[in-house]
């Protein structure tokens, strides 16, 4: 079935530690999406992908990063740098082009600092 | 519009009743716009779309309205049932873009 995955779906970070958040997407997709959510807010855009090879910041992108280097894979990287981590990180992907561009969601991850 | 980090505005509604969701959107280029729910710990899911050419779109048991002039669209619930509750995003998006842009969120509660 062709779908979004991310994993894990609980990750526990040392403060001062890097961690990476994965999402695959077998959806043929060419953008893809990280957003953060905190509890009992909407959806926050961190960075997102056009392209392979290719990202922008979003509107929260300081103490994040990303990589593009295959069309299906998008990880998020949560630096030592980002002050509050905590919080339920979603991935999305999208169409690009002409036409509707639906975008479709992972089941997210949990990110709680310790 | 743009997704910030406000709380959620919330709505309550009796099992039962019809629910109506409301949402200003921002970009009067956008062409496409989407109503996503998401569930307690998941990720939103689609519920129904509509293009800028329509001012109405019905599905089963949800009905999009979209009134371009004063950049507003709605998403009405009929019948509203307990599995109904949770947080509801409007998104706007459009022809050949590749961003995406969510609104903050309504989280609906049904009552029993």
């Known amino acids: 079935d062709g779908g979004i995955t991310q994993s894990p779906k609980y990750l526990f970070r040392k403060e001062g530690q890097n961690v990476t958040l994965s999402c695959e997407q077998n959806?043929?997709?060419?953008?893809m999406y990280w957003y953060r959510q905190d509890p009992g807010q909407g959806l926050r855009l961190i960075y997102y992908?056009?392209?392979?090879?290719?990202?922008q910041k979003g509107d929260i992108a300081e103490g994040y990063s990303v990589s593009r280097e295959k069309k299906e894979s998008f990880p998020l990287t949560v630096t030592s740098a980002q002050k509050n981590p905590t919080a339920f990180y979603l991935c999305?992907?999208?169409?690009?082009?002409?036409?509707?561009?639906?975008?479709?969601f992972g089941q997210g991850t949990r990110l709680t600092v310790v | 519009g743009e997704s910030v980090g406000l709380h959620l505005p919330t709505l309550s509604v009796q099992e039962g009743d019809n629910s109506i969701i409301n949402c200003a959107y921002s970009?009067?280029?956008?062409?496409?716009f989407i109503w996503y729910k998401q569930e307690s710990g998941k990720g939103p899911q689609f519920i129904i779309d509509?293009?800028?050419?329509?001012d109405k779109r019905q599905g089963q048991r949800v009905t999009v309205l979209l009134n371009k002039t004063v950049k507003h669209l709605s998403l009405q619930i009929a019948a509203t049932q307990p599995g109904d509750s949770a947080v509801y995003f409007c998104a706007e998006t459009y022809t050949g873009g590749f961003k995406t842009i969510f609104g903050a969120g309504t989280r609906l509660f049904v009552k029993a």
């Open positions: 959806l043929n997709h060419d953008a």
């Open positions: 999305a992907s999208t169409t690009v082009g002409q036409g509707y561009t639906e975008a479709f």
């Open positions: 509509i293009r800028s050419n329509m």
């Open positions: 992908s056009q392209i392979v090879n290719d990202f």
């Open positions: 970009n009067s280029a956008s062409d496409y």
